[in-house]
């Protein structure tokens, strides 16, 4: 199937991968696919990258130089070529080693056993090229959460600084308060007691007079006039003088407080604050596909891509070459799900079959495979680092997530929360992260809306994600796909509103890029190269008919 006059329309200057300025392209690495100009050839990639094959770039599709298996001498007869490789041993043989010890074993052609071991290598090498990006990710991380704990230990101790401040401030004032209050309650009390002292005293003088005025009467020795006036005497001591009543009254004591932690303030233990992300996207090439919409979208280490559409039916496996797209072969079926496996062949979910089937990497024939999850019938497909399957189920109103084992035996079902309710509406897909947390893209068809479903190793809900405010304040939030980052975060694609919504691994959202500002719109279906690429698979607005649906190849940073 040919590319040629679309993707002649699309065409643009392309820029160095690496330093992304220089247009004169001179050189491609056959190992990693980047193109790159001399500069940044001899300076970065040959630097970092001293075992990989950099050729001309007009000798790109010119035929390498071929390998030479004929003239390998034997270890063991030395005056002897060898001619053949013993897979059960494991070794190059000559036809003496045949004749003596090998001539029942299974024995195949020089160069059969170098490109299987070549595959293998590469194999191991995309591992340690995986297991790197785990390594760097999670050194990253480290390095984010150390610098946001330094970051946090310096506000903390400012603020318990600041805070021993207002404390002294408040205990100042406030002891000031009760010495002033105790002040004046010392005062008035103090004038109540002169003013009762004054009376009492007044009183006190009174009855000392009436006292001296009877004994000097007393004293008197004229009796004559002792009657006269004894009745006015005693008149006047029957009068009584005022005496003040002192009342009942209050005086004030000092109750010291408890002091407690929970008045200064105590330390307690929350989540460290996600430090700002910056993330950039640039583009490195674009492709255009004969396609409605790239609905699906899987990388194989050799860097060609499975793409398929729903609305055409159609599963192809094109390999990028240049600027072009090569078509490798074309299968006329409808795809729900697929995902590449460990032996590079391609796990499928084809239209009216509950078990999902495999093409072979090889002979590129489909057959049935080991995994089904009856009687839900399959939607979603996701192949962990470790060689789980897992895979989003829908039927009658059931709906789950099931990880399977490489036998296919079921290990979990994912259904229901702790509080027995349904956790998902439509599991649509999947992906997962180095913490063992699974994020499920889940779409209601009745609110017709979505979310990202995060469930923890034990299978709880610990997040839902239910888009941005602002980014779908117009758009409601209806994910795509979701992938995980090389640095083990998780992108989920939005192409209502033309956006890549950035989770960390816990499904919470620290970013986001709008695709539209790079050229790139409806992006519908993502993964990841080797080397940390990402390709975006576009789709279409519903009332576009062409089958021009892009694929663009980016750099993106800081996720």
């Not at 006292?211 to 009584?240: A, C, G, P, R, W």
């Not at 060689?387 to 189920?393: F, M, P, S």
């Not at 229901?416 to 309710?421: N, S």
């Not at 279409?540 to 089958?547: G, L, M, S």
Request: with cysteine.
């Amino acid at each position: 199937m040919a590319f040629s006059k679309s993707v002649i329309r699309s065409q643009m200057p392309i820029n160095c991968n690496l330093c992304e300025t220089e247009k004169n392209i001179k050189w491609k690495c056959l190992t990693c696919g980047v193109l790159m100009c001399s500069t940044c050839k001899d300076k970065i990639h040959l630097r970092i990258a001293k075992d990989h094959k950099v050729v001309d770039i007009k000798n790109v599709g010119l035929p390498v130089e071929e390998l030479d298996f004929t003239n390998i001498k034997c270890k063991e007869h030395s005056e002897q070529s060898t001619c053949l490789f013993c897979t059960k041993c494991d070794k190059l043989v000559c036809p003496t080693c045949v004749s003596k010890v090998h001539k029942k074993h299974d024995l195949t052609e020089i160069s059969d056993a170098y490109n299987i071991k070549i595959d293998k290598l590469k194999k191991e090498q995309s591992k340690l090229q995986r297991e790197k990006y785990e390594i760097i990710a999670t050194k990253d991380q480290l390095n984010q959460f150390q610098k946001s704990e330094n970051s946090n230990y310096a506000k903390v101790s400012t603020d318990i600084l600041n805070h021993e401040k207002v404390l002294k401030l408040a205990v100042k004032e406030h002891i000031e308060k009760l010495r002033n209050e105790l002040d004046q309650n010392h005062k008035a009390s103090s004038k109540v007691n002169e003013e009762c002292i004054k009376a009492i005293s007044k009183s006190e003088r009174q009855i000392e007079e009436k006292y001296s005025d009877v004994q000097d009467f007393m004293d008197s020795t004229d009796i004559s006039k002792f009657f006269q006036n004894v009745n006015k005497i005693e008149k006047s001591t029957e009068l009584s003088i005022p005496k003040p009543e002192i009342s009942h009254r209050k005086t004030l004591q000092f109750i010291p407080g408890e002091i407690t932690l929970s008045n200064i303030g105590v330390l307690q233990s929350v989540d460290i604050p996600l430090p700002e992300v910056k993330v950039s996207l640039s583009v490195v090439n674009q492709y255009q596909t004969n396609l409605s919409m790239v609905g699906h979208l899987s990388l194989c280490p050799d860097d060609s891509l499975w793409i398929s559409c729903d609305e055409d039916e159609v599963l192809q496996k094109v390999k990028p070459e240049g600027i072009n797209l090569k078509t490798i072969s074309t299968l006329n079926i409808m795809i729900y799900g697929m995902a590449i496996l460990a032996s590079d062949n391609l796990l499928i979910k084809v239209k009216g079959k509950t078990r999902l089937q495999m093409i072979s990497s090889t002979t590129g024939k489909v057959t049935d495979s080991v995994y089904d999850i009856k009687p839900l019938i399959p939607i979603a497909i996701h192949i962990t680092s470790g060689g789980q399957i897992i895979v989003g189920g829908n039927k009658e109103g059931r709906r789950a997530v099931f990880v399977l084992n490489k036998n296919g035996d079921h290990e979990a079902v994912y259904e229901h929360d702790k509080h027995k309710q349904t956790i998902f509406s439509y599991p649509w897909r999947i992906t997962t992260t180095s913490n063992g947390n699974i994020h499920v893209a889940d779409y209601d068809i009745v609110e017709r809306s979505g979310k990202v479903v995060v469930l923890g190793p034990g299978g709880d809900v610990i997040h839902i994600y239910k888009g941005d405010t602002d980014i779908n304040k117009k758009k409601p939030f209806r994910p795509s796909t979701v992938v995980t980052t090389p640095r083990d975060n998780v992108i989920v694609a939005d192409p209502e509103s033309h956006t890549l919504h950035i989770l960390n691994n816990s499904g919470q959202m620290i970013t986001y890029i709008k695709t539209t500002d790079h050229g790139i719109e409806r992006p519908f279906s993502l993964a990841f190269s080797q080397t940390g690429q990402l390709y975006i698979g576009c789709s279409k607005h519903v009332r576009n008919t062409e089958k021009e649906a892009k694929i663009y190849q980016v750099n993106i940073s800081g996720c």
